[in-house]
């Protein structure tokens, strides 16, 4: 596989890993100024199997809770979410058993508005990537809710009929996933596939986007990508017809 291909099936996070690295220069430099100053204590995750975590060094973009985390974490059936955008409805199965933990926060999030008057900020049209981004209210790709979780990865994606050596795995038209800045670092940003993708499983499914979800994307797909001055005809940037979830509501 060339070089340009693995760039590409690694994009989904590039701005998280961004803010990441970032934050991190920030906590470097405030640590040497303040050599003297006790560490910190860790902040304590909820008590519950799935562990949510706050991240005083990544505050939420937009004020909400930790989930909740019951002993038993709802793991059976799925569960409708509607996402009305201005550019159109997209329809969700958020599937339980597949990600409990996933689903419990994205849930929490919907039903604490997190969601509501928050742009889909980033579209990709790679041959092997074409994925909308969402997620952040912030709409910088670097905000998030406040916490992290662990991931909840696929075992089951068939190989991507791209990639000859194996490693990447079809994320399929339809697929919903979690976006992350690496290992245990789900947040709030997801991203929805709009064409067959290939990338590494490390990614966290947890539904399925509707009939009527993905004629939307695929009128975001074809509005294209907004051009800037560096680049004026990019395959990675911002949605050139805006999108905003206008509400994020569980049910149709």
Known sequence: ???????????????????VSVAAATIVAAAGVAATAAPAADPAPTKGPCAYTPTPDEPAARPVSLPPDPRRTPDRGTVRVTLRTNQGPIGLTLDREQAPCTVQSFLHLVRKRFYDRTPCHRLTAYPTLTVLQCGDPSGTGEGGPGYRYRDELPTDLPPAPTDPTGVRRLYARGTLAM????????????????????????????????AAGL??????????????????????????????????????
Do not use: W
């Open 179 to 210: 976006a992350n800045a690496g290992p245990d670092t789900n947040g709030s940003q997801f991203f929805l596939v709009q064409a067959d993708s290939a990338l590494r499983p490390n990614y966290t499914v947890f539904g399925q986007v509707d």
């Open 1 to 19: 596989m060339s070089s340009e291909t693995r760039t590409h099936a690694a994009l989904p996070l590039l701005a998280r890993l961004a803010g």
């Open 215 to 252: 004629a939307t994307l695929d009128r975001i797909s074809a509005g294209g990508i907004a051009p800037t001055p560096e680049d004026p005809a990019p395959v990675d940037g911002a949605p050139a017809v805006p999108v905003e979830i206008c509400r994020a509501k569980q049910g149709r």
